[in-house]
């Protein structure tokens, strides 16, 4: 079966740090793909170079096994591939809805839309449909997301990647700021989104969340991948002895 | 969250109760004298040329930038206009808007400078602008050898002293034109919501495939293209170029702006504020004139009022983000 997206030989310097060296990997459709490895493995730079947010140095991309190249992440999104960064990437002073269509903004019909006029309501509409299949507790869709908790910022960044993505989203995090309740919506939204047909790429420092949801884990080391196990009969201890070198 | 609630939390709302304040006071003081036609006619037509530059300006600071060159820019331009105008000769409308159409090229070549300055070169807008600042008020000098152009065509003076549209004088009718296109580029476009994006996240937005950079030019751009407006709007106001006259232009207008409650970090901030901002000193200017207190005072009421302003609206969003982590806690 050929892979959705695939990478080979990718790599990244940041000066004399290299981020990514040779680095490896693939996500086939519909799956859950967790991409674990220690602090400084390469795993966020991973995925920006597979998601238009950063240009690798070397190595090739492929998707549905034709070759691609992102310079930009609108030519990622056209593909169907969204991305929840670590760090969200919300615009504190926009409500729910301007952050969910930042970028995307649906135009009014006829000469206003082509001024750059935008339907609101459309958006709204749009926007508390995707909250309520989520859902999660954010509820107020007209307060401005910096006034928020952590927890409903990161369910706004995960409704908007869900919305978007036609393919493939990756969550970095996702569930690093979130309590107990809220960890569980986000895991059950990831074997829903899977069971929609969308693959999912799940980045984790939770071993247990991991092998719940994942359907094959890729570890990464020093840039690399090191690993693939299948989820299902893997041990947590498989797990942490890949990623920090201690068994091969 | 209730439509007063939400209302009652916008800057530009208080600010808008601190300029009733004034002008009651003033009216008190001196009755009709202040509260005349003719005195608030004088004082929207001495803050036309500043809310054509306010647009610019708020637009500007919503992207937590800042452009010090639009006094500059205007004088630029205006002496250009002035050049070209006096170059084809004549005092009709033909000349004039030849004259305009110089003024506007010149005022988005400055504006599109600065912004390319600022968002491809990546050199800090404070430093753009302060740059700019300087290299066009010294070419206007160079042009002119430092003597102002009084040659300017009479239908654009007429147009400043004889016209009226719909009651209004002509200049305070352009700008508030140009106040109410702007308010709605700014809240209802998609222009203006990247405005407000860039300055609230500027990674997010370039994330979310928003091109910054492209849209930083168009911003500094509109900014240059208002400050030739308010070139043409000054020729007009005056009948020569204002050389020496500009000089403390940016920083009113920049004074104006963050009184109606543009935040100068960035991502919040509305064209009504800023019409608000720019009252408040001309209002004390005028009523000062009128009470008989001398003028000099409107300097140190505005300065006060800068500074307030922009202290209560920190201290009130200090407020709303602690009331962020304690009473909007998630319902789980």
Redesign the interface.
Known sequence: MTPLLEARGLSRAFGHVQALDEAEFDVRAGEVVALVGDNGAGKSTLVKALTG?LEADRGELLFDGRPVSFT???QA?ALGIE?V?Q????????NPV?NMF????I?RRGLLGR????DERAMRERAEAGFRDLGG?VT?L??RV????G??RQQIAIVRAITWADRLVFLDEPTAAL?V??TRHVLDTIKRVRDKGIAVVLISHSMPEVLEVADRVQVMRLGRRVAVFEGADTTVEQLVGAMTGGIR | MSLVQRLSRLQSVWILGVLVVIVVLFSIAAGQRFLSTGNFSLISQNIAVWAVLGVGMTFVIITSGIDLSIGSVLVFSSVVAAKVMAAVGGDGWSTASLGIGAALLSGIAWGTLNGFLVARARIPALIVTLGTLSVALGLAQVLTGGIDIRSVPESLTDFNTYIKIVGIPALPFVALVTVVAGAIVLHRTRFGRYTYAIGSNQIAARRMGINVERHLIGVYGLTGALAGLGAVLALSQFGTTTIAGQSLTNLNVIAAVVIGGTSIFGGEGSIFGTVVGLFIPAVLQAGFVIIGVESFWQGVAVGSVLVAAVFVDQSRRARAQRGASSTRKERT
């Open positions: 947010n930009s992440p609108a999104f991305v960064f760090d969200l990437a919300l615009a504190p002073h926009l301007q930042l970028g995307r903004e135009p001024l750059g006029f935008m507790t107020d007209t307060a910096g006034e928020m908790s927890g409903q309590g309740v809220q």
